[in-house]
């Protein structure tokens, strides 16, 4: 399968106000409750613009001998006049299956209702 190091991004609107959306990306408690996280995959804080964007740094811890794979996902909020949030994530992979770049049935997989 060939790589590719382009990022992935989904957007949605989220009915959660910023405050909340914010706190579901901030507070590990809840982040580990809304995004579904392999085991496998470690997670740090690397910069923050509270309450407008979060990036973590994932490692995804190799098997056997295979180098840890080092991605970095961006989380950015933006108020709606309706009270909800404009969400948008970013996913810059050192490199990354082509394939998963078609992921429009899968995006909800990524989070969990805030």
């Given at each position: 399968m060939s790589k590719t190091d382009e990022d992935l991004v989904?957007?949605?609107?989220?009915d959660a106000s910023p405050d909340k959306v914010w706190r579901?990306?901030?507070i590990p408690e809840y982040?580990?409750?809304w995004l579904d996280?392999?085991?496998?995959?470690?997670?740090?804080?690397?910069?923050?613009n509270a309450p407008h964007s979060v990036t973590?740094?994932?490692t995804e811890r190799g098997s056997g001998d295979a180098e840890?794979?080092?991605s970095f996902v961006t989380f950015e909020l933006t108020p709606r006049d309706d009270g909800g949030t404009w969400?948008?994530?970013t996913h810059r992979p050192a490199a990354l299956p082509a394939a998963a770049n078609n992921n429009e049935a899968q995006t909800a997989m990524f989070m969990r209702a805030a």
């Open positions: 989904f957007e949605t609107g989220l579901a990306l901030t982040l580990e409750r996280r392999p085991e496998s995959v470690q997670v740090d804080q690397v910069a923050a973590y740094r994932w840890p794979e080092e969400f948008r994530l």
